[in-house]
């Protein structure tokens, strides 16, 4: 029932901006490459599978987006050169700290002699302030660039193409899989042309399985970089051995290891060497503090060793 | 294989912020009602239907919410207060207008003598200041309440608790059933616990249909308002028959029908008497018109001749 990853590729169209996209991902890489910087691609939000062609329905993956779009920020803190591929209006860096409604109620107008001026409250610059300005940074010196998916066809398009030009890079290439994948997928002769009728009765759905294109990535597509995939269980004791069999079927470096539950209070670092946990108080978790700070922070020490490593052979 | 109504509430849990929805619902009416103003139901957005407890996978229905968010901003221009009822991350209105990095780009920040100020730039103050504006008298003026859902039964508790409120307001009520709800979801019993294991093979789901809750809406719980509901097709030749068909089967006012290719474009409204186009030409659409200022000046009307029509009584 699952195809393999070429079997994909050939039976589903790129999507329409792709070599847009494309373009966009070749000049991002070769110019942080040209200065030396290392990429990392961070990949975020869940992917769908359309149920009609004219996509009324589909199913969904649940994520907002919180952990790749936090984690992108601790990476261009880091130096690093950020890659955004993620859902269509999921949750972005920087502009995750504050919705729409939030950001128009910090505004206050003033009208003088017909002039109107539009400012933010001086209440509010405390919170926004930090964020704009790193926001600023990050924009100014072209150190983040944004690509968006929505089906779990574009996703496959966008990743094989980031992982084209992420090659050059090397061991500099960091790939930080978190988005939501669907494991499961409607081929496209089983998709209707126009919208189900309910009339027609319930329809029974049969969903086939999506290949897993951690084997080529690691193996072909980026065989150099450094690799993190994720794992989200809702069943505490599957969290250890589905990593380590992902680890040992997959042979990528790491695997973030979180339950549904906890996930923003608790993950394990999985390497083939060590289990490691990353904790959040439950002060720090009020206070509002990010434990992608710390995952990255992890990540960033076995990428510098994955680097003095490759370059020491 | 679809239950009733009353089979679906029985077997479906209120959400946990319901007893609080209920009161905002409550106050919200009750002081508009004092004061004599006509109230209207915006129901925006998608609904999910859960594959799994632990919400991993849903089936979604798509809408990005904008006819809903931008009609809420006409009904307040028209005077009415307005429950904008809408999927939780969905288009609101105002904030539709300025996605986060697009209001973010509009801000520059001032360093002077230890005082840092935050401004809007002068060149986006013309766009931002209109709708800061009414966005700021809606607000000060207590007209709108956001109630925010996710899934079809969250809606569904949510419709009738509004309904429930708005039977006080007789015919200066008006629903505008916007959303773009589930026809299908998962029985209760049948949805796993945990996280389906891709191991133990693709899943088939069988769909059971949601019961129409426009019926109980328009016979038994808002018998005097004026409800106006929504056809969504991909073929032309089924539009007019669907909406007809449906006046004729829930009894309600007027029907609101398009396809979801040119939906921002052209719609029908489909009342008992007549059908009626509302078009936007290609100029007003470039120039980023929105054709629910049509829309909801038809409806506006409408629903005037159904007051003086009940107050005549």
Redesign the interface.
């Known amino acids: 029932?699952s195809g393999s990853w070429e079997e994909f590729f050939a039976t589903h169209l790129p999507p329409t901006d792709f070599e847009d996209n494309r373009s966009l991902l070749k000049e991002f890489c070769e110019r942080h490459d040209r200065q030396g910087h290392r990429i990392v691609l961070v990949t975020s939000g869940g992917t769908?599978v359309p149920?009609e062609h004219?996509?009324?329905?589909?199913?969904?993956?649940?994520s907002?987006g919180k952990r790749g779009s936090a984690s992108a920020e601790y990476f261009l803190e880091q130096g690093y050169a950020v890659i955004f591929m993620h859902r269509l209006?999921s949750l972005?860096p920087?502009?995750?700290h504050?919705?729409?409604?939030k950001?128009?109620d910090m505004?206050e107008?003033q009208d003088e002699s017909n002039n109107?001026?539009?400012?933010?409250k001086?209440d509010s610059?405390f919170a926004?302030?930090p964020v704009?300005?790193r926001?600023?940074a990050a924009h100014a010196a072209g150190a983040i660039l944004h690509v968006a998916f929505t089906t779990v066809s574009e996703y496959f398009w966008l990743l094989r193409a980031a992982c084209e030009v992420l090659a050059k890079s090397g061991p500099r290439a960091l790939l930080y899989l978190a988005a939501?994948v669907?494991?499961?997928y409607i081929p496209k002769d089983s998709i209707p042309?126009?919208?189900?009728q309910?009339e027609s009765?319930?329809?029974?759905?049969?969903?086939?399985?999506v290949p897993k294109l951690l084997a080529p990535l690691v193996n072909l597509w980026v065989p150099s970089a450094y690799v993190v995939s994720f794992k989200?269980?809702?069943?505490e004791n599957l969290l250890i051995p589905k990593s380590r069999a992902a680890l040992e079927k997959y042979k990528h470096k790491m695997v973030i290891a979180n339950m549904?539950?906890n996930r923003h209070q608790r993950v394990l670092v999985v390497t083939r060497e060590a289990n490691q946990e990353i904790l959040l108080s439950r002060e720090e978790l009020l206070a509002g503090a990010d434990i992608e700070a710390g995952i990255v922070g992890v990540i960033v020490s076995h990428h510098s060793e994955h680097l003095a490593h490759s370059e020491a052979r």
Chains 1, 2 share one sequence.
């Open positions: 029932m769908t149920l004219n996509t009324v329905r589909f199913v969904d993956n649940f907002a209006k972005e920087f502009t995750r504050f919705n729409g409604q950001l128009l505004l107008m109107t001026t539009i400012r933010v001086q610059v926004l302030a704009l300005s926001y600023q939501a669907s494991d499961f042309t126009h919208k189900m309910s009765g319930p329809p029974v759905i049969q969903l086939h399985l989200l269980e809702t069943e549904l539950q």
